[in-house]
């Protein structure tokens, strides 16, 4: 029984639910459609109750470094008052009308603005871990991702000139050409190897949903 109900159960339910789901996108029509719509929503619930779960572990766990005396209870801090008052914000918003105007300023002045200063920052180690690299192992493809990097980050600088013309031209391209086929092969591989995991766990091979 024990063995049904950790194993057997668990994946039946899972096989079933991914075997009715892709019946659904493969067979558009009744009552296949029917099903397979249910089957998605019941997913956008689960995935907002974990999504819940995961935010108060987040706060269980950086409380609990509050409470230590271990290193990084400022960080902690900061995250556990920010992401309090996201929730604050963003609940309010969306329930009053009224406050929507609090809530706009908060992304407007405080995440967006976050947000770019995190991807400057990647930029940045990104370029100086390229320069790193080629001091200790030299090649084209160092090269090409040096090239790369400051293409793009000198496109960005607003310069004068005839400089800032070409070097915005040369980005702008760069970015819808090279960077764009990277992405998509990239994007490619995203999706195969997410239908790989997903026929796994409809075949019954992967069982991430029951005990081993």
Do not use: C
Request: zero cysteines; charged letters at 15%; aromatic letters at 10%.
């Amino acid at each position: 029984m024990e063995r049904f109900t950790k194993r057997i159960l668990p994946t039946a339910i899972a096989v079933g639910a991914g075997v009715l789901t892709l019946l659904g996108y493969l067979f558009p029509v009744e009552p296949f459609i029917t099903v397979r719509d249910e089957m998605v929503r019941w997913a956008v619930i689960v995935a907002a109750f974990a999504f819940i779960l995961g935010f108060l572990n987040i706060l269980r766990v950086h409380l609990g470094r509050l409470a230590g005396r271990g290193a990084g209870r400022g960080y902690s801090l900061v995250l556990i008052v920010t992401a309090l008052v996201s929730l604050f914000v963003t609940s309010a918003g969306l329930a009053v009308d009224s406050a929507r105007r609090m809530s706009d300023w908060w992304f407007g002045n405080v995440l967006y603005p976050l947000q770019a200063a995190a991807a400057g920052l990647v930029a940045i180690v990104l370029a100086f871990s390229a320069f790193r690299l080629l001091r200790h192992r030299r090649g084209v493809e160092v090269l090409f991702f040096l090239a790369a990097a400051l293409i793009v980050l000198l496109g960005t600088i607003p310069l004068p000139g005839v400089l800032g013309t070409a070097l915005a031209t040369l980005r702008q391209w760069w970015m819808e050409v090279p960077a764009m086929a990277g992405m998509r092969g990239f994007l490619i591989g995203v999706g195969l190897g997410t239908l790989l995991v997903g026929l796994r766990v409809i075949v019954g091979i992967d069982r991430p949903h029951s005990d081993v």
